[in-house]
């Protein structure tokens, strides 16, 4: 058996255990003891900070730049339509079934197997750190936006996620606003020319019309989209106000900060306040390296609509990962054998071409 071979058979069944090793967003312990377990017996010295477990390559040189090759070991919960046992990690008609097979855990086994393939390679163009995070689906502080500081500097990152392994040069960026729109409150039996809920249909129309002018060659335009609406506690009461909840997927022609500013400014309601400004969108320029190798390799480049930890980064970085986003979440998430196998071959083959 060669080496690949070998770190492609032991990336599989690393993916058994993580899938039947509960690891909910904040409870990633019993996972991340697995990839702790990983770098014992690959003699890798690691770290670990809280759930996040991370090593570096053994010729390590101050002097060179650093590429971050970083997945998430959390999960979201199953939800009641599966129909199979989402801690069971099953292999039928070449589908590795379970929780997390997907979403992330593909990515962060072939991830973790091309790090260890270079991990004594001397004459590399770039350091090399592998980070297994916790808390991605929830975006959580305890995840990568704490092991970050902790890191050597991070001067570019592939992100694992699951993205068939075509490169999402892009990827949006998200604000969710708290809006409130105010009125008279009132019996429902008097005259009211306040009506806050008929306030609020002006503000829907608005936003359902709202479009921001700058539009982005991987990303396409800025989306936004009311999806919350409360209002209201009895049907002879007029309320004081109705809220709103609307959720903004920012390009990369826009700094979250911008899109407030510009909501702030223009939006017909009387508060409007963002939840969070962290969570920018990403790119990585197609001149770069590490894009030029992908392309050169036959991978395809596009922009992504989904948020991943690449949102934390303040780096160029790149989304790249077996398996297909469309599955996240879903009942019965799988991914194929085929793909994890041929997930390591490409990212070792794409480092060949970009580093060494």
Not at 327 to 334: C, L, Q, V
Request: hydrophobic share 40%; with cysteine.
């Amino acid at each position: 058996m060669t080496h690949l071979s070998k770190l492609q058979t032991e990336a599989l069944e690393l993916l058994k255990k993580l899938i039947s090793t509960q690891s909910f967003s904040g409870e990633e312990e019993g996972t991340a003891a697995l990839l702790e377990q990983w770098f014992n017996d690959h003699e890798i010295p690691f770290q670990r900070h809280l759930n996040n477990v991370w090593a570096v390559n053994k010729n390590f040189e101050d002097t060179k730049p650093t590429l971050l090759l970083n997945s998430h070991h959390d999960t979201v919960k199953p939800n009641l339509a599966y129909t199979k046992d989402p801690f069971n990690a099953e292999i039928s008609e070449g589908k590795l079934f379970g929780l997390g097979s997907n979403d992330a855990g593909g990515c962060l086994v072939s991830l973790l197997a091309t790090f260890t393939y270079f991990y004594k390679a001397e004459g590399l163009s770039h350091n090399l750190i592998f980070a297994g995070t916790a808390e991605e689906e929830i975006n959580g502080k305890d995840g990568i936006a704490c092991l970050l500081p902790l890191l050597p500097k991070v001067d570019v990152a592939i992100v694992g996620e699951p993205t068939l392994m075509d490169l999402a040069i892009a990827e949006k960026g998200l604000v969710v606003f708290d809006v409130l729109v105010k009125g008279t409150p009132s019996h429902a039996a008097h005259p009211n020319d306040d009506n806050a809920i008929y306030k609020s249909a002006k503000a829907l129309q608005w936003f359902e019309a709202c479009k921001f002018e700058k539009v982005s060659e991987a990303l396409g335009e800025v989306k936004l989209t009311v999806t919350q609406i409360k209002a209201g506690s009895q049907h002879n009461v007029v309320p004081a106000q109705v809220e709103l909840v609307v959720d903004v997927r920012v390009n990369d022609q826009y700094s979250n900060a911008e899109i407030a500013a510009i909501l702030a400014e223009q939006a017909p309601v009387d508060e409007i306040k963002p939840r969070s400004l962290r969570l920018n969108s990403s790119s990585i320029p197609l001149e770069h390296p590490l894009i030029e190798a992908g392309i050169s390799l036959g991978m395809k480049t596009y922009g992504s609509p989904t948020l991943s930890d690449q949102a934390m980064l303040s780096c160029p970085s790149l989304k790249l990962g077996p398996g297909d986003s469309t599955r996240s979440h879903s009942a019965d998430e799988f991914i194929f054998v085929k793909e994890i196998e041929e997930g390591i071959e490409k990212y070792i083959k794409l480092l060949e071409k970009a580093l060494v």
